[in-house]
C-alpha cells in the first residue's frame, strides 16, 4: 500500500478544516507539497467545484481551488509526488478539454497527471453550467471511453454514444501514454464503472467495513488501485497508535493507496507530522519512494 494526502487549505469543510487553513495559501500548499515529495508520499488532490450555493455552502464549505492551475502551481514545486484531481466532474467538460488541459498538465510535470474524475450530484452547479443533469450516467461512461480514446494521442479519434470526434490535433497532449483514471463515488455502480472503465476507484463517505463488503463482492482486477480514505483524521504525533491502527484497517479492507487526512495546527506542524507518518507507516510494510 502506498500513501497520499488529501491537500490541506483546497477544500474548506467547516467541521473539518483547521484554524491555520482559513488565512493560508498557495505558499502553504506547496511547503507541505514539497515536504511530501521529498518523503515519498504518493499523491497530493485537488477537487472541483465551480460554484456551491451558499445553504450547501454553510453545510460542506464553498472553498474549493480549481484544480487545474493549482496543480500546475504545484507541479513546479515538486519532482515526483503525483498530482492527482478528486475529482473532475465529467459531465462539465467534454473529453478534449480535459485531454488538451490535463494533457499539458501531464507534460509540464513529466507525467504524474492522475485523473480523478466523477459523474457529480450537485444538480444546482449542473443547472448553474448549463450542464446535463438527467442521464449523467451514460453520459460519464462515454466520457470515459472518449477519453481513453483520446488521451496521450495528438490526433485522437472517437465514435461513441454522446461523443463523436476526429481529425482534430490536440497538442501539447499527455506525455503517459496511459494517463490513469480513479473513479470517484459511494455506490456499487461507481466501483462497477470502476472496473470497467477505469484504473481505480475513488470512494468517499463509506465505513472502512462497508467498503470491504463492496469489494468482496466485486471482481476487481488485480491491477486497479482501490483508493480509500479512512474518514477521519489522522494524528501520527499525538495519537500514533490510531494512525497505524487505522492504516491497518485500510490495508486489510483491500487498499492499494491510502489518501489520508492529517491533523495540523499549522503549516510546518503538518510537514512534522508527515514525518511521523513516515515512520510509523515503514514498519507495517507501507511503501515510500
Not at 488529501?6 to 469543510?13: A, D, E, G, T, Y
Not at 505558499?27 to 518523503?39: C, F, N, P, W
Request: hydrophobic content about 45%; aromatic content about 6%; some cysteine.
Amino acid at each position: 500500500m502506498r500513501i497520499g494526502i488529501v491537500s490541506p487549505v483546497l477544500i474548506q469543510h467547516p467541521a473539518t478544516r483547521a484554524d491555520w487553513e482559513v488565512g493560508a495559501g498557495i505558499d502553504e500548499v506547496a511547503r507541505i507539497a514539497e515536504a511530501a515529495d521529498g518523503l515519498g508520499f504518493h499523491h497530493v488532490t485537488c477537487s472541483e467545484h465551480v460554484a456551491v450555493p451558499v445553504e450547501i455552502a454553510t453545510e460542506r464549505g464553498g472553498t474549493y481551488w480549481d484544480p487545474l492551475s493549482t496543480l500546475g502551481f504545484l507541479a513546479a514545486r515538486t519532482s515526483r509526488i503525483r498530482l492527482v484531481t478528486q475529482v473532475l466532474v465529467l459531465g462539465y467538460h467534454h473529453p478534449l478539454e480535459i485531454a488538451k488541459r490535463y494533457g499539458t498538465l501531464d507534460r509540464l510535470s513529466s507525467g504524474r497527471v492522475t485523473l480523478g474524475l466523477g459523474v457529480g450530484s450537485l444538480r444546482e452547479e449542473f443547472d448553474l453550467i448549463g450542464a446535463q443533469f438527467e442521464g449523467r450516467g451514460a453520459l460519464a461512461d462515454d466520457a470515459l471511453r472518449a477519453l481513453r480514446a483520446s488521451l496521450g494521442k495528438p490526433n485522437p479519434e472517437y465514435h461513441g454514444e454522446f461523443y463523436d470526434f476526429e481529425n482534430f490535433v490536440v497538442e501539447p497532449h499527455a506525455v503517459q501514454q496511459h494517463v490513469p483514471l480513479w473513479i470517484g463515488g459511494r455506490t456499487p455502480r461507481s466501483l462497477r464503472r470502476a472496473i470497467e472503465l477505469g484504473d481505480g476507484w475513488v470512494p468517499f463517505g463509506l465505513r472502512i467495513d462497508d467498503l470491504a463488503g463492496m469489494l468482496a463482492k466485486a471482481p476487481v482486477p488485480e491491477d486497479m488501485e482501490i483508493v480509500l480514505n479512512a474518514g477521519r483524521t489522522l494524528d501520527p504525533t499525538g495519537a500514533a497508535d490510531a494512525a497505524a491502527t487505522t492504516l491497518s484497517r485500510l490495508r486489510d479492507a483491500g487498499a492499494t493507496i491510502a489518501s489520508v487526512n492529517i491533523a495540523a495546527t499549522s503549516p510546518d506542524h503538518f510537514t512534522d507530522q508527515l514525518a511521523a507518518l513516515v515512520a510509523l507507516a515503514v514498519p507495517l510494510g507501507i511503501d515510500f519512494d
